[in-house]
């Protein structure tokens, strides 16, 4: 079920924002984050430094997620099929 988008801080390079995610991207993201043994923070200021000028960031997390996990299952599946 989808959740009501609640609004995240964050800091970008000593520079303080919000995000506004609903609760199964924001626990998505985390995960991604330790996965990577990167802190929040961190990845939003890579994602934030990356993405295109007409991309607010909440967007720019969510198809980083997408992204994220669309290339695990590929590589899931590549693995599947080598054995």
Same mark, same amino acid.
């Given at each position: 079920m989808l959740s009501?988008?609640?609004?995240?801080?964050?800091?970008?390079?000593?520079?303080?924002?919000?995000?506004?995610?609903?609760?199964?991207?924001? %626990?998505?993201?985390? =995960?991604? $984050? +330790? *996965?990577?043994? %990167?802190?929040?923070? =961190?990845? $939003? +200021? *890579?994602?934030d430094y990356e993405r295109e000028q007409n991309c607010g960031l909440a967007s720019a997390i969510r198809l980083y997620i997408l992204n994220y996990f669309k290339i695990q299952k590929s590589n899931s599946l590549r693995e599947e099929n080598s054995n």
């Open positions: 009501r988008p609640k609004k995240r801080s964050l800091t970008l390079r000593r520079h303080k924002t919000s995000v506004t995610l609903e609760e199964d991207f924001w %626990k998505s993201f985390q =995960e991604i $984050a +330790s *996965e990577q043994k %990167k802190g929040i923070n =961190e990845l $939003a +200021s *890579e994602i």
